[in-house]
């Protein structure tokens, strides 16, 4: 018999999720706007130390407002780490500006500062988007020198660092806006959804203003800008209002998950985790690790297939920016030609990490990962 499917980041629902939800529909708010939203707005403002929130229908619809409201226009260069998932420049491309991509440092995975120098020197981009990977928190204070500096707009995209903090201070407060996403395999979800949150009251009014097609505020239908319609849905705000109510236990959940993998894993000597930096608690969105095949005598792409045999999810890092298609021909920024995205890419495995991951799977991954390595 097949073994049951251990999936990378699946859905952690209560029953209190299941409740609003009904609550929401037999309130007959089946709508972009609704109660709900507003609460779900509210209540992560308050989690976000009193930031002004706006919920809209995906983190990608927050990034790409957030590059609208920072005024990116056409041919504007924004610098962007070339490690992350493709939303984080899609949106660059959106606006028809230009993505110049960076190199992120060995230790943390998140932008490395040396080559973040060097390329606001060089290319003297409008805009950064800052990525808090796998739930590591970037080096803000040097990071918000340097944008302050060199008057450089700060975009903080903390979709997998919902409940991360960085000096005690919450992943989602960094940027001029942040984004967070409540897609199905993030943290907390609403199955589909995100947040555009920022200090700037002005800055959430605009993106609720172009997030309902730019309506202007008279009775009948006038528009003087190009809108969208990116509002989150009265029901699925319902969820991610019962989500949020347990962010830290889900939190604690996955870094007891990594805490596990470490203690049984980390003795082979060709084998690195993602280290959380000082200062830095990560909410370890995901385990990752790096595997070096050469010590390991067994590389990535082995380890998830025999993952795969016995029905675990297991996933390779991000695949770099630079090394997509779509932007061939972008400019990239490194150290000395080293390419530490390139070699997270190749090397780094992403681990099932579900806040409601149970103790027998996890044994039973711990167990084919302990075999795997115990090969050569
Ligand atoms: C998931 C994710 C996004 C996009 O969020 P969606 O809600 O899926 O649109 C953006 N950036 C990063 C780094 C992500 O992991």
Request: include cysteine; proline fraction near 3%; hydrophobic fraction near 40%.
């Amino acid at each position: 018999m097949m073994k049951k499917r251990v999936y990378l980041s699946p859905p952690h629902m209560s029953k209190l999720e299941r409740e609003l939800m009904i609550e929401a529909f037999d309130s007959n708010w089946i709508a972009p706007l609704g109660p709900n939203v507003d609460l779900f707005e509210k209540e992560m403002s308050r989690y976000l130390d009193d930031k002004y929130c706006a919920a809209l229908n995906s983190g990608t619809s927050a990034l790409h407002l957030a590059i609208k409201i920072a005024g990116i226009k056409e041919g504007d260069i924004v610098l962007c780490p070339s490690l992350t998932f493709a939303a984080s420049a899609n949106v660059i491309l959106y606006e028809k500006a230009v993505p110049i991509f960076v190199d992120v440092n060995f230790n943390s995975w998140t932008i490395d500062i040396n080559c973040l120098q060097n390329a606001i020197e060089k290319y003297k981009p409008k805009a950064l988007i800052a990525v808090d990977l796998y739930g590591q928190s970037c080096n803000y204070d040097e990071i918000m020198d340097l944008c302050n500096e060199n008057n450089v707009f700060l975009i903080e995209d903390a979709a997998e660092a919902l409940g991360s903090t960085y000096k005690n201070k919450k992943c989602g407060t960094f940027g001029q806006m942040s984004i967070l996403s409540f897609n199905g395999n993030k943290i907390i979800t609403t199955s589909g959804g995100g947040m555009l949150v920022s200090e700037n009251d002005e800055y959430i009014k605009k993106a609720h203003f172009y997030a309902t097609q730019s309506r202007e505020n008279v009775i009948h239908y006038e528009h003087h800008e190009i809108g969208y319609n990116y509002r989150l849905s009265n029901i699925l705000a319902a969820i991610g209002r019962g989500q949020l109510k347990t962010i830290e236990v889900k939190v604690e959940a996955r870094r007891n998950i990594y805490n596990k993998y470490y203690k049984e894993l980390n003795s082979f000597e060709g084998i690195t985790f993602m280290t959380e930096m000082p200062h830095v608690k990560t909410n370890r969105w995901l385990t990752t690790l790096i595997i070096d095949s050469a010590i390991m005598g067994i590389n990535r792409n082995e380890v998830i297939n025999i993952l795969e045999e016995e029905n675990i999810e297991a996933r390779p890092v991000w695949k770099p920016m630079h090394l997509q298609k779509l932007f061939h021909g972008s400019k990239f920024v490194t150290n000395n030609n080293q390419d530490v995205s390139k070699y997270l890419f190749d090397n780094g495995l992403c681990l099932p990490s579900g806040s409601n991951l149970n103790k027998k799977d996890h044994n039973r991954i711990i167990e084919v990962l302990i075999d795997c390595f115990s090969k050569k």
